[in-house]
């Protein structure tokens, strides 16, 4: 998707008029909400959206898109003045947000990041050079993967779209996730005594 050729103008047209549908409803209903009430929406068949979008993970990419740029590059700038464990946190906690800006969209998070719109692939290579940095400063073990942290990313979503005020929550349960994938040295003596773990 992030390479596509230029469309006519009408066929343009109809692309923002399904994204701003798209856009209103998911935020209204979540990200299950019926596809055929975002054609109507936008004034067009539910052909013309499936052309575009062939599935709802790739309507839900593209209006999540410019959200995910955004995300990237705060997290870019924030870094410089972060140690890598900390940035790698303070990344999660706000992936965790701009997840639950739709309701149900967690579910479909991993999908969504490996569609190719710039803001997933610039959220994508961010996540992982977050992780990359870290695990090169010793601070994080090195069998850790960027899915592992889609996947908790993802869980975490789940416990707290339903919160009234998730963002305690969500510091919380990152922080539990932080001090678990720690490098052991800089976690715990031979005897299982703490040395340095990540402070929540």
Do not use: W
């Not at 979540?30 to 790739?58: C, H, N």
């Not at 309507?59 to 700038?77: D, G, I, M, P, Q």
């Amino acid at each position: 998707m992030a390479d596509e050729t230029p469309l006519r103008a009408d066929a343009q047209l109809n692309k923002e008029r399904i994204l701003a549908a798209a856009e209103d409803i998911f935020a209204e209903r979540g990200a299950g909400a019926s596809l055929d009430d975002v054609a109507r929406s936008a004034g067009v068949g539910i052909g013309t959206l499936y052309r575009r979008f062939p599935t709802r993970e790739d309507l839900l990419a593209a209006t999540y898109s410019a959200r995910f740029l955004v995300l990237a590059e705060r997290s870019r700038a924030r870094s410089v003045h972060l140690a890598p464990s900390h940035a790698l946190r303070a990344y999660l906690e706000e992936l965790v947000q701009y997840t639950n800006i739709y309701r149900g969209f967690s579910a479909s998070l991993g999908t969504v990041l490996q569609i190719g719109t710039p803001g997933c692939v610039a959220t994508s290579e961010e996540g992982a050079r977050l992780l990359h940095a870290a695990q090169e400063a010793k601070a994080v073990r090195p069998d850790i993967s960027f899915k592992d942290i889609v996947c908790v990313v993802t869980a975490i979503s789940l416990a707290t779209e339903q919160d009234s005020s998730p963002q305690a929550r969500t510091a919380h349960l990152v922080a539990i996730f932080m001090n678990g994938i720690v490098e052991r040295s800089n976690s715990c003596d031979d005897r299982g005594r703490r040395i340095d773990v990540v402070k929540g």
